[in-house]
């Protein structure tokens, strides 16, 4: 299950400004961030997620929260780490590495095997206009290259309620090749042979759509309450995978975290 968006914190990023990747107009102000803008934000989440990406079953994890932002240099549990090579009010563009989190094998079908972690290259680009962040992010393994390509977009829409509470509903898509839909549905002649499932070789395509609000609350000046609820449904050849047991899913987060 590739990790969701969770992080929407106290001291409104810039990604509720301005966007959190880029857009090439940006290249027109190539200015430096402000010191100002500086932070750094640590916490911890609980979150309840499926297994994998089509699992009937859920389970509890422990989530680390991390949005640090130095000069151009970024480091955020759902991007990963990088450089904002255009950084403005309402662009940027931005590169880095992430990771492309595999399953493991008690938490797939008997005989499927698990999946380990890749770290990805990624490019991002984003804008906002009229209150509505647009943004898209390609990552492409660098490790396991058979694990291909994910192209994930997303509209969101952060709104105050108050000087102390932020919501931000947003939509999203994912695209995968087929080297990454083979990799995470596919299954081959061992997996078939061992799992008695059918033998299964998607091909690329929109993989998910998905849809959540999460809601911060700044109980003092550093210290915050994150919150979110989502729900995503595979479609197109994901779905149809023998692995998919449950189309639609769900995930919830809690967590506290504390800006320095």
């Known amino acids: 299950m590739h990790p969701l968006r969770i992080l929407r914190l106290p001291r409104a990023p810039r990604v509720l400004r301005g966007g959190f990747a880029a857009a090439l107009l940006g290249l027109v102000s190539l200015s430096g961030a402000a010191q100002a803008d500086d932070r750094v934000t640590l916490g911890v989440g609980v979150s309840a997620m499926p297994r994998y990406e089509g699992a009937d079953e859920y389970k509890g994890r422990t989530i680390p929260i991390v949005n640090a932002q130095i000069g151009r240099f970024y480091a955020r549990t759902e991007d990963g780490i990088g450089f904002n090579f255009v950084q403005t009010q309402n662009f940027t563009l ?127 000046e550093r210290f915050s309450l994150t919150s979110l609820v989502g729900t995503s449904r595979l479609v197109g050849e994901a779905a149809d995978s023998p692995m998919v047991r449950q189309k639609t899913q769900f995930q919830t987060l809690l967590g506290g975290s504390y800006t320095f």
Do not use: C
Not at 98 to 115: F, H, T
Not at 189 to 210: C, E, F, I, N, W
């Open 94 to 220: 931005s590169a880095g590495a992430n990771m492309m989190w595999g399953y493991g094998g008690d938490d797939v079908p008997p005989g499927i095997g698990g999946l380990s972690d890749a770290i990805g290259a990624r490019l991002g680009l984003s804008t906002n206009l009229g209150g509505f962040v647009f943004g898209v992010a390609a990552t492409q393994a660098v490790t396991h290259r058979d694990r291909g390509l994910l192209i994930n977009t997303r509209v969101s829409y952060p709104y105050a309620l108050s000087d102390r509470v932020r919501v931000t509903p947003s939509v999203g898509a994912n695209w995968a090749n087929e080297k990454y839909m083979d990799s995470y549905f596919g299954i081959n002649g061992t997996q078939s042979r061992r799992s008695g499932l059918a033998q299964y070789h998607p091909d690329s395509g929109v993989k998910d759509v998905s849809a959540r609000v999460s809601l911060s609350y700044a109980a003092s």
